[in-house]
């Protein structure tokens, strides 16, 4: 059975610093693109990080400079470093696996980030 498993939310106030983490299982890690997504009370889930198989990454435009994905394959687990963490950026953070040239996509549950002085 596949599980993502989110972590390393909490309340920070703003300029401060996060790391998220989403730890899989059930799967072979190493054949999916990892993707960080975050919902907003009210609002639509939006993409904030990618990183594929081999390490490339792609981000959002409003977190670039600030938000960095990256991975560990002998851990099966994703993270997500955010810097410099504004009031907007407070969300329910997701993780997802996508397989390799496949639509098949696993979700973890999310963690909240408060971001609030």
């Known amino acids: 059975q596949v599980q993502l498993v989110e972590s390393g939310g909490g309340l920070v106030q703003p300029g401060n610093s996060l790391r998220l983490s989403c730890a899989a299982s059930?799967?072979?890690?190493?054949?999916?693109?990892m993707t960080w997504y975050r919902q907003a009370p009210g609002q639509q889930r939006e993409l904030v990080a990618t990183i594929t198989s081999s390490g490339g990454t792609d981000y959002a435009d409003s977190m670039k400079g600030r938000f960095t994905i990256s991975r560990d394959n002998a851990k099966s687990t994703a993270y997500l470093q955010m810097n410099n963490l504004k009031p907007e950026d407070t969300a329910v953070y997701l993780c997802?696996?996508?397989?390799?040239?496949?639509?098949?996509?696993?979700w973890g549950q999310g963690t909240q980030v408060t971001v609030s002085s």
């Open positions: 997802s696996a996508r397989l390799l040239r496949t639509t098949t996509t696993y």
């Open positions: 059930g799967l072979t890690f190493g054949f999916y693109t």
